[in-house]
């Protein structure tokens, strides 16, 4: 099936958003268990203990959650501050905050304390760029704040970026006059449906009716997302499975037995592994081990990858290969594992 879908529905009870193009699964965002904090939400913390070692603060956060501050520098016990989390915590640690607060819609982003307004670097048209610009310092006026339209605002309506950047000023003032008081959960994180919408969604492409998984046989893909296996383009395949240390990835040509058999298939999996790996929710450190084939493609594949990864937006680095013909990757843990998003279900 060509095209591509957005679907808003729910999985085992729990609500979710799938991201479909030409019949496959590219991304997923399903609801965590109950008491997991969302990205992107923001709090007002108490600061709890300086961490010397490692140079961060411990912060106290509401219902008896912890926070960790990596630059507290110039904090004390007691104090009063505003944070945004940036990431999932990890079982038994504290989630990741940082005191950049920013208030993100699908078209700007307002920055308290960072004054310009910017334009996305992807919109190069000019005339774009000036209308935006016009319709931002009409919004904006003579506001501290700092505003950066986003790239989607290229093809919004002037009235949807209007409403949508004086909606995030808004907030961000409420929100920063609010610091008063003890710990306290101010905005939540976005669920899949809002951070779909806001981040992959054009009017076209959603689907957001009752069973929209079941037409779009979003189950399915779910189910499969959550074994280690995937078929891979020209019957190549791989098995993509974490263990407590990393993600071991195991590359298999398939039927093929020509000469270029392990290229390609090495290929189909540098295309294929950003998306499999955001679906699973996996990062950390990742260890590929490619089908055999020259050194000599190595750069080609190597190249390949490079592009698939940066297409995808998550934080990767590319390591390189080690002396067993491994390749490794140190990838940004910017998703909660599809395992533990349904672990109580």
Same mark, same amino acid.
């Not at 989390?85 to 699908?106: N, Y």
């Not at 000469?259 to 390609?264: C, I, N, T």
């Given at each position: /099936?060509?095209?591509s879908t957005?679907?808003?529905? $729910?999985?085992?009870?729990?609500m979710?958003?799938?991201?479909?193009?030409d019949?496959?699964?590219?991304?997923?965002?399903?609801?965590?268990?109950?008491?997991?904090?969302?990205p992107g939400?923001i !709090?007002?913390?108490?600061c709890?203990?300086?961490?010397?070692?490692?140079?961060?603060m411990?912060?106290?956060l509401?219902?008896?959650? &912890?926070? !960790?501050?990596?630059?507290?520098?110039g904090?004390?016990?007691g104090?009063?501050?505003? #944070?945004?989390v940036?990431?999932f915590?990890?079982?038994?640690?504290?989630v990741?905050? $940082?005191?950049?607060?920013?208030?993100?819609?699908?078209y700007?982003? #307002?920055t308290?304390?960072?004054?310009?307004?910017?334009?996305?670097r992807?919109?190069?048209?000019?005339?774009v760029r #000036?209308r935006?610009l016009?319709?931002?310092?009409e919004? /904006?006026g003579d506001?501290?704040?700092?505003?950066i339209?986003r790239?989607?605002?290229?093809n919004? &309506?002037?009235?949807?970026i209007?409403?949508?950047?004086?909606?995030?000023?808004?907030l961000s003032?409420a929100?920063?006059?609010?610091?008063?008081?003890?710990?306290?959960?101010?905005?939540?994180g976005p669920?899949p449906?809002?951070?779909?919408?806001?981040?992959?969604?054009e009017?076209d492409?959603?689907?957001d @009716?009752e069973d929209?998984?079941? @037409?779009h046989?979003?189950?399915e /893909?779910?189910?499969?997302a959550?074994?280690?296996?995937e078929?891979?383009?020209?019957g190549?395949?791989?098995?993509?499975e974490?263990?407590r240390?990393?993600?071991a990835?195991?590359?298999?040509?398939?039927?093929?037995?020509?000469p270029?058999?392990?290229?390609?298939?090495?290929?189909a999996?540098?295309?294929?592994?950003?998306a499999a790996?955001r679906?699973?929710g996996?990062?950390g450190?990742?260890?590929?081990? !490619?089908a055999p084939?020259?050194k000599?493609d190595r750069?080609?594949?190597?190249?390949?990858?490079?592009?698939?990864?940066?297409a995808?937006?998550i934080? $990767?680095?590319? #390591?390189?290969w080690?002396?067993?013909?491994?390749?490794?990757?140190?990838?940004k843990?910017e998703?909660l594992?599809?395992? @533990?998003c349904?672990?109580?279900?």
């Amino acid at each position: /099936m060509k095209g591509s879908t957005i679907a808003l529905d $729910t999985y085992k009870g729990r609500m979710a958003a799938a991201q479909i193009v030409d019949g496959k699964l590219t991304d997923l965002l399903i609801e965590p268990p109950e008491g997991v904090v969302l990205p992107g939400a923001i !709090f007002r913390a108490i600061c709890d203990r300086p961490l010397k070692g490692q140079g961060g603060m411990m912060l106290r956060l509401p219902e008896g959650q &912890s926070g !960790f501050l990596r630059l507290g520098k110039g904090l004390k016990p007691g104090e009063r501050i505003l #944070v945004q989390v940036t990431g999932f915590g990890e079982d038994g640690k504290a989630v990741p905050v $940082t005191q950049k607060v920013l208030f993100k819609s699908r078209y700007a982003i #307002v920055t308290p304390g960072a004054p310009g307004i910017n334009v996305s670097r992807a919109i190069r048209d000019d005339e774009v760029r #000036v209308r935006l610009l016009e319709i931002a310092h009409e919004v /904006m006026g003579d506001a501290e704040e700092g505003l950066i339209i986003r790239s989607v605002a290229e093809n919004g &309506s002037d009235d949807d970026i209007a409403a949508d950047i004086a909606a995030m000023l808004d907030l961000s003032r409420a929100v920063l006059a609010d610091q008063d008081g003890d710990a306290e959960l101010l905005v939540d994180g976005p669920d899949p449906h809002e951070l779909a919408w806001r981040e992959w969604s054009e009017p076209d492409l959603l689907d957001d @009716r009752e069973d929209a998984f079941e @037409r779009h046989n979003v189950h399915e /893909m779910i189910d499969a997302a959550r074994g280690a296996f995937e078929r891979l383009s020209g019957g190549a395949s791989m098995f993509i499975e974490p263990t407590r240390a990393l993600i071991a990835v195991d590359v298999n040509t398939g039927g093929d037995t020509s000469p270029a058999a392990g290229l390609k298939a090495n290929i189909a999996v540098a295309r294929a592994l950003p998306a499999a790996l955001r679906c699973r929710g996996l990062g950390g450190q990742i260890v590929i081990d !490619f089908a055999p084939c020259p050194k000599k493609d190595r750069r080609q594949l190597e190249q390949v990858l490079r592009a698939a990864l940066k297409a995808e937006g998550i934080e $990767t680095a590319m #390591v390189g290969w080690t002396q067993l013909g491994l390749f490794e990757l140190q990838r940004k843990r910017e998703r909660l594992p599809l395992s @533990r998003c349904l672990e109580d279900r």
